[in-house]
């Protein structure tokens, strides 16, 4: 965290803003465009220690039959044992293990739960600042991203296109933007 939002007190308790936040993923569609996705509910937060960013964490737990691709039928086939099994394993998680850095890059590194799969990601993050917003409470914004292959969760689903190629790609952008308020 920068010096200049040392003249707030960042250490705390935050939760997720939803209305300010996105959790979303980007896959390669066809061999030729990508398609973005997002998830419009979850809650989640962080403790943060200003002083000493590795004893921070974060958790957050998405309702995975809101995934948005903006196409209903696309959407439905996520949410079938194809994809997601949202029937078996409705929430998609993440928990984190470790936080490193400073100033505004930061390595968070946690435990992604998907399809009852948990798997070990670090996501590389930045610290976009802090502000006291117009109520008066100390608001926080960061951003991040890591790319995973989905057949490590089980999602193998796929079909060859007649040119080459596949349908969907193996590896899958995850990624976030997400504004916090001090509770």
């Given at each position: 965290m920068t010096a200049e939002t040392n003249t707030l007190e960042m250490t705390g308790t935050y939760a997720f803003d939803p209305t300010h936040s996105r959790f979303g993923f980007v896959a390669r569609h066809a061999m030729v465009t990508k398609v973005r996705g997002r998830f419009n509910e979850f809650e989640g937060g962080f403790?943060?220690?200003?002083d000493t960013p590795s004893a921070s964490s974060a958790w957050l737990v998405i309702q995975g039959k809101s995934v948005d691709t903006n196409n209903e039928q696309r959407?439905?086939?996520?949410?079938?044992?194809?994809?997601?099994?949202?029937?078996?394993?409705?929430?998609?998680?993440?928990?984190s293990s470790g936080i490193e850095g400073e100033g505004e890059d930061f390595k968070v590194t946690g435990d992604l739960t998907v399809r009852g799969v948990t798997r070990e990601v670090t996501f590389d993050v930045t610290f976009l600042g802090a502000v006291l917003d117009p109520w008066g409470n100390t608001r926080i914004g960061f951003e991040g991203s890591t790319v995973i292959r989905r057949k490590d969760w089980g999602v193998s689903w796929n079909h060859a296109i007649e040119a080459g190629g596949v349908m969907v790609s193996e590896k899958v952008t995850l990624e976030f933007e997400i504004a916090a308020v001090k509770q």
């Open positions: 403790e943060i220690d200003a959407d439905e086939h996520i949410r079938t044992n194809d994809f997601l099994a949202l029937d078996e394993y409705p929430e998609i998680t993440f928990r």
